[in-house]
């Protein structure tokens, strides 16, 4: 694959797989990574299409067939597979035990690790936009910060493991 052509190819491709991607349920990402796939396979084997611009066309509605047959066959689980629907009354009491235990770890921790982490936990499920503006810090800061303070969780945490 020539430079050039990935280079000619690219807006087509972005374009073609943006405008199909949500007819299919797909990413328009993944369905660029699919057909760079196809045409790397097909260079290995046929050599390069004689009309690539069609050719590419046609593997971008191709992959968004394949991709909506998939996102059609695919059904949510009513429940978490791995939730177990009647939990004995002793492991409840554990995993209560193990949120108190990490609650109380958290609290513990310095700076504004107690507040983003509680954002991280919250059942809300924030998105890091809205964490970060709960918490006055810019979006691009967030993950260092998060890394650090589950650091600082982590060297917390450890002698409380080790001594059960």
């Known amino acids: 694959m020539t430079p050039d052509l990935v280079a000619s190819l690219r807006p087509l491709l972005a374009a073609e797989a943006s405008a199909e991607a949500h007819a299919s349920g797909a990413e328009p990402g993944d369905l660029e990574q699919a057909v760079w796939l196809r045409l790397l396979e097909r260079l290995a084997t046929e050599g390069p299409p004689r009309d690539p611009y069609g050719w590419l066309r046609a593997a971008v509605r191709a992959e968004a067939r394949r991709a909506r047959r998939t996102h059609r066959a695919e059904r949510p689980y009513a429940t978490e597979p791995a939730d177990a629907a009647e939990r004995e009354p002793e492991q409840l009491v554990l995993a209560a035990a193990r949120h108190r235990a990490l609650r109380t770890a958290v609290r513990r921790l310095p700076g504004r690790c107690p507040r983003l982490i509680e954002a991280l936990l919250s059942p809300d499920d924030l998105t890091y936009r809205e964490i970060a503006g709960e918490l006055g810090i810019s ?18 945490l450890t002698p409380e493991v080790a001594v059960r």
């Open 139 to 156: 979006q691009g800061s967030l993950g260092p910060e998060r890394s650090r303070c589950l650091g600082c969780l982590r060297r917390l």
